[in-house]
């Protein structure tokens, strides 16, 4: 086992410093055919955005299978392809995606002030815990008021201190104020997220059963299902979109590169699926339920293989669609009002939740029609609080 993790450890490095050379050779002036000497690419990049959108729409999916079968016990064999095929989508394509995309946004950003990503880290923290008051005490205070059950008081503590997603981000973005702080090169960021994720994944958890206690560890190491993001073994996805980033500014021949990562990404996912296979690995627990929460060398890595792949083939799609001008706003807004279409799925499944709704879920593809109704639901509310909130011009009509 250590063997296979000191291997694991050396690909990692290898592959993560592929960016940082990259990057060195154009600074040097002696650039691969598929780079410029200056950055080119600025702006948004429509198969970013549409990797943002996609895996929005993932999340809200998994959201929705995890309400409405989480106290069924799937037979082999029975709506098994189904499930799995949700976890897959809802959990290697949807927040490791998400973080990886978060990180290009870092590195496309035209105020790299430390104080600008500060306030950004605690708003989004912030937002994360309004985000939990809203979706869990406030329904929970609400049934407690009606059915005065004791259990609802402590269960609302839970539903507040619980983290998600908005607390990681927050706590990337201060860490990356404090990278800018210190000036630290991109190297430095690297091994910085590299030796974290290798001390977060040999790190057992303290509180294992979901105790309270748990979430302030939770910040950095996994515990339980409090705690799904947890810094460590999480800050390697925003950190390599980072890098990532820094290096598609430089990128003239789009079709090339992404070819060129289509390809490294295929033969890491293989290499690393048939060593897993080799050793007998069970391939489920690297996404299925808590297992995509709690992080570590393999996984991140195997999926990095899977990153790779499909932001090339994203790139693709994204150029045959790009001639769609309705296509191409959509994508564009949601991609703006990502932490708003997070934070209103998250809502409105949360109040479905408590009252039941998804009971029912299970049957007759009742299912199918929560997740396309709240998916709509959610961008057609943002975009309304967006037209309702939009500043005004001199003759009051909305400025676009």
């Not at 809200?60 to 989508?89: M, R, S």
């Not at 934070?343 to 009742?366: A, N």
């Not at 997740?371 to 943002?382: D, E, K, N, P, R």
């Amino acid at each position: 086992m250590m063997l296979m993790v000191s291997t694991l450890g050396i690909l990692a490095i290898l592959l993560s410093c592929y960016f940082i050379s990259e990057r060195k050779k154009i600074a040097a002036g002696e650039p691969p055919r598929v780079f410029a000497t200056e950055n080119v690419n600025h702006g948004r990049q429509f198969e970013i955005d549409m990797a943002k959108v996609i895996s929005i729409v993932w999340m809200i999916l998994v959201h929705v299978d995890e309400e409405c079968y989480k106290n069924i016990e799937f037979a082999p064999g029975l709506q098994t392809w189904i499930h799995v095929f949700i976890e897959f989508v809802g959990g290697p394509l949807a927040a490791p995606i998400f973080m990886l995309a978060m990180g290009i946004g870092i590195a496309y950003s035209k105020n790299q002030d430390p104080k600008v990503n500060t306030v950004r880290g605690i708003k989004l923290v912030g937002q994360g815990y309004i985000l939990n008051v809203v979706r869990g005490v406030l329904p929970c205070l609400f049934f407690f008021l009606l059915y005065q059950s004791k259990s609802l008081q402590s269960q609302s503590i839970e539903e507040l201190l619980c983290l998600d997603i908005l607390h990681f981000a927050g706590l990337a973005f201060l860490f990356f104020s404090l990278a800018k702080y210190f000036r630290w090169n991109d190297l430095i960021i690297l091994i910085s997220a590299i030796g974290l994720l290798f001390g977060g994944s040999i790190a057992s958890p303290i509180y294992p059963n979901g105790e309270l206690t748990s979430v302030w560890i939770g910040y950095f190491t996994y515990q339980n299902a409090l705690t799904p993001f947890p810094l460590f073994v999480w800050l390697i996805y925003p950190v390599t979109g980072y890098l990532f980033g820094k290096v598609l500014l430089c990128v003239a021949d789009k079709a090339k590169f992404y070819t060129r990562l289509l390809f490294g990404g295929t033969i890491l996912f293989g290499a690393f699926t048939a060593m897993l296979s080799a050793c007998e690995y069970n391939l489920s627990e690297l996404f299925i339920g808590e297992n995509m929460y709690a992080q570590n060398t393999v996984k991140v890595f195997w999926i990095f293989g899977i990153a790779m792949i499909w932001c090339s083939l994203l790139y693709f799609l994204s150029r045959a669609l790009e001639c769609l001008k309705t296509v191409k706003n959509l994508v564009a807004f949601m991609s703006k009002k990502i932490n708003a279409i997070f934070i209103t799925q998250w809502i409105l499944i949360g109040w479905m939740t408590w009252g039941g709704f998804f009971k029912c879920g299970v049957y007759d593809g009742i299912f199918l029609l929560f997740f396309v109704s709240i998916a709509i639901l959610t961008v057609v509310l943002v975009y309304f609080a967006d037209r309702l909130t939009a500043p005004k011009t001199v003759s009051g009509a909305p400025r676009q």
